[in-house]
């Protein structure tokens, strides 16, 4: 359930795209591979040497930057407007949706989209904001492992719509501790969840996110089972192939971004503070941009 820059989607997602007809049997494919947040469509991933080895924006990154060992990644002037847009208007435990370009089947399908379409959701993946040493830095997960990245470089896997949800005036005492369980998580490197099981030993993104708040006190959502998904009754094949040879089971419950009526997306909790159908540069009219 995640996780291209926006200026190359348009074109070739119509072309890339299987037709309707062809959904089940992508969401099939993927479902099979137990994708989750897999990161093969993921801009930044390419973007570190073939050389390193383990999670190229972990502990051990960071600190491999730092010290000179690992490139950093320059800035582009779309990255320098995002962070002047992150500087005025994000804060400490933002909830960031994103709409990624997780690719399994070398490549060949795209995952975040299927299943973001399957839980009836614009987004695949989320991450939480957190100010460190003064900088906007968004804690999330994938394959490799809890990831910590500079807002603006978090946005250029973004491949289509982008959105930032924000705890209300009545649950902002909750962030510090989310964000600190971020953190920790970070750390740790605690495993990403292929199976998207409900426990507290490994985490996929969608996971972390809930997760983090909870630990904090705050309920964002609830777990839905796969089976009642706004969407599953769509793909039958899909359905059929889970039941013979994944292990992810239609009966098991997940936590989903979903929209307003179930999923993180739901949660009345949280208002909305920015939303745009891609990431190019920030929206900065009123209809998009939400007050402070």
């Known amino acids: ?6 200026e190359q989607q348009p074109s070739r997602e119509r072309r890339r795209f299987p037709r309707a007809s062809r959904l089940p049997w992508v969401l099939a494919f993927a479902i099979v591979s137990q994708a989750g947040c897999y990161n093969a469509g993921d801009v930044t991933g390419r ?3 073939h050389s390193w080895r383990g999670n190229p924006w972990g502990p051990d990154a960071e600190a491999a930057r730092r010290f000179g060992r690992l490139p950093t990644i320059p800035s582009s002037p779309p990255m320098c407007v995002w962070e002047s847009w992150a500087r005025a208007h994000l804060r400490d435990g933002d909830i ?4 990624g370009d997780a690719r399994v089947a070398c490549g060949l399908y795209p995952f975040s989209r299927i299943s973001a379409e399957m839980a009836g ?3 695949s993946h989320t991450g939480i904001v957190a100010w460190e040493n003064g900088e906007p830095v968004v804690y999330d997960t994938n394959k490799s492992g809890p990831r910590k990245q500079p807002f603006p470089i978090w946005v250029l896997d973004v491949a289509g719509g982008i959105a930032v949800k924000r705890p209300d005036a009545n649950n ?3 962030v510090a501790g989310a964000v600190a369980f971020c953190q920790d998580a970070y750390q740790r490197q605690v495993p990403f969840d292929p199976k998207l099981l409900l426990d507290n030993d490994r985490f996929y993104c969608i996971e972390l996110t809930e997760r983090a708040y909870r630990s ?3 309920v964002l959502s ?3 089972r796969i089976d009642h998904l706004p969407r599953y009754q769509h793909f039958p094949k899909a359905v059929w192939l889970a039941r013979h040879f994944s292990s992810i089971r239609p009966d098991q419950s997940a936590f989903v971004i979903g929209n307003d009526a179930v999923g993180i997306w739901s949660s009345p909790a949280l208002r909305l503070v920015y939303e745009a159908p ?3 540069l920030p929206y900065t009219d009123s209809g998009r941009v939400q007050g402070n």
């Open 222 to 224: 609830e777990p839905i």
């Open 172 to 174: 902002q005492r909750f």
């Open 47 to 49: 973007m570190v040497p």
């Open 121 to 123: 959701s614009r987004y």
């Open 96 to 99: 960031v949706f994103r709409m």
């Open 1 to 6: 359930m995640e996780a291209v820059a926006s």
């Open 278 to 280: 891609d990431a190019r």
């Open 216 to 218: 904090a006190g705050l």
